[in-house]
């Protein structure tokens, strides 16, 4: 209770610690240590692509407690350090294509003296912690693209009806209408999966398979409607007077950050093979 109440007042920005850059999707083969010294861990490494990292107020970050385990997982402990922790430092605020209005960092470990007590869970368990929460993030993270896509309809589809060639309005030609009409189905049942999954998580129904898979479709889909958008607007799409080329760089983050688009497709396949192949 130390460290919510600021967190879920807005007061304190918080930010989660695990990338680096040569552990992105196998995120367990971090190279970040933890060195027990006394009652503190000193930590050594560097962590990449963190959201919130370069204002972050506390951080959950996870570091490699014992680099001898059996398996890479069973080694990882979770720790909370805050901004003011000699040895932590941001090193450089990445200059992304899209989502600038969420700053992104490297952040570097020195000799970082966390003590002991900020433990979060139990040590060498960290992998439990990320796990606990991962499919509820994912059902959040995929409403995400459900907002990108309604602001795509709506500037497209008011553009179409206003904007005249060969004396009419554009939104009235077949073609047009046929990329309307995928844009408006895409979103609607993009918005009809991420409900029901979320609806299933309230009443306390994870199934893995779909909370990624809410992610998956609503991302695939909010990429197609925001390039659709863009060629709806022709000229203008592509000129930042408008703000569908926003959409688009802003929509691609959501098939690439917390796990690829080809993990969530692999995370989905393995839980069809365990049900299936237990029969």
Sequence with gaps: MKYLPKLCSGEHIGALAMSEAEA??????MKIKADKDGDHYVLNGTKFWITNGPDAD???VYAKTD?????????ITAFVVEKNTPGFKIAQKLNKLGMRGSPTGELVFEDCRVPAENILGELNKGIYVLYSGLNLERVVLSGGPLGIMQACC???????????QFKQPIG?????????????T??????SYVYAVARACDNGNYDKKDCVGALLYSSECV???ASEAVQCLGGNGYIN???????????????????????????????????????
């Excluded at 680099?67 to 080694?75: F, I, S, V």
């Excluded at 709506?154 to 005249?164: Q, S």
């Excluded at 929509?251 to 497709?265: D, F, N, S, V």
Aim: glycine share 8%.
């Design 24 to 29: 992105g999707s196998n995120v367990v083969a």
């Design 186 to 191: 895409m979103l609607s049942s993009s918005r």
């Design 172 to 184: 009235t030609f077949q073609l047009m209408q046929g990329k309307i009409a995928e844009m408006y």
């Design 67 to 75: 680099t001898k385990a059996a398996k890479e997982h069973r080694g």
């Design 58 to 60: 506390v951080l959950v």
């Design 241 to 279: 007077d408008y703000p569908t080329g926003r959409y688009l760089r802003d929509a691609k983050l959501y098939e690439i950050g917390a796990g690829t688009q080809e993990i969530r497709k692999l995370v989905i396949g393995r839980e069809l093979n365990t049900m299936y192949m237990q029969k």
């Design 154 to 164: 709506d500037t497209a589809f008011e553009y179409v009806h206003n904007r005249k």
């Design 223 to 225: 990429v197609k409607v």
